[in-house]
């Protein structure tokens, strides 16, 4: 089993669309929870980081967690154009710096005008 | 806004050549990272590197890698002899505390 699995896509949506991306994880041990963005060809930038369950809302941007179902979800509002990307799904066991974080592989997204 | 910076950006190499990629993280960063990333596959942890020691490392990470900060900036992965399938993006990365890490822009490596 995989230990952290994500639907690659592509997703293709209209501008405006609410999209939904998520993330199933099979390691318990897991409490971070971050997403990055990566433009093709480019370095992985941080959108959201979130400590154990719940929700963590930023601008356009929702991240959730359920940790009961071992599930994090990121759901992007008014989708523009330059939101097309792909989104990486990452988490930890521990706050520590130096832990490898655990990527998922990645859903593409594309939001058309 | 501050960034971490990676040279080269792309290299062509022979298989068994060694190779250097370099990066320097964010000035105020203690904490440094590689990853990879084969094309169309997850991104992989490589190691992590704090006051001058390795502070994690993966099963990829084997002795052909080494990594070093040579000076008060540049942070480096060397790959003694390479292979084909070490053919990837490399990614530096840094981080002050916590587990929040920022990533370079990456060096494509190609190994023929």
């Known amino acids: 089993q995989k230990e952290v699995e994500q639907d690659p896509g592509p997703l293709s949506v209209p501008e405006g669309a609410i999209v939904s991306l998520n993330c199933t994880y099979s390691?318990?041990?897991?409490?971070?929870f971050m997403w990055y963005r990566q433009y093709s060809r480019k370095g992985p930038e941080l959108l959201m980081y979130t400590y154990s369950s719940g929700n963590k809302e930023d601008g356009r941007f929702t991240a959730q967690v359920d940790k009961s179902s071992k599930y994090i979800s990121l759901f992007i509002r008014d989708s523009q154009p330059s939101d097309s990307a792909t989104y990486l799904c990452?988490?930890?066991?521990?706050?520590?710096?130096?832990?490898?974080?655990?990527f998922g592989k990645g859903t593409t997204l594309s939001v058309s005008s | 806004e501050p960034e971490v910076t990676q040279t080269p950006s792309h290299q062509v190499t022979q298989m068994g050549q060694e190779v250097i990629l370099r990066c320097v993280p964010i000035s105020n960063h203690l904490y440094f990272y590689w990853y990879r990333q084969i094309l169309g596959q997850k991104v992989e942890f490589l190691v992590s590197f704090y006051n001058n020691e390795i502070s994690e490392k993966s099963e990829i990470f084997d002795d052909q890698f080494s990594v070093e900060r040579p000076d008060g900036s540049n942070f480096t992965l060397k790959i003694r002899s390479t292979k084909l399938e070490d053919s990837a993006m490399y990614f530096c990365?840094?981080?002050?505390?916590?587990?929040?890490?920022?990533f370079g822009e990456g060096s494509w490596l190609t190994v023929v």
């Open positions: 390691n318990s041990a897991f409490q971070y």
């Open positions: 990452a988490m930890s066991a521990m706050n520590q710096a130096g832990t490898a974080l655990i």
């Open positions: 990365a840094s981080s002050n505390s916590g587990n929040t890490i920022y």
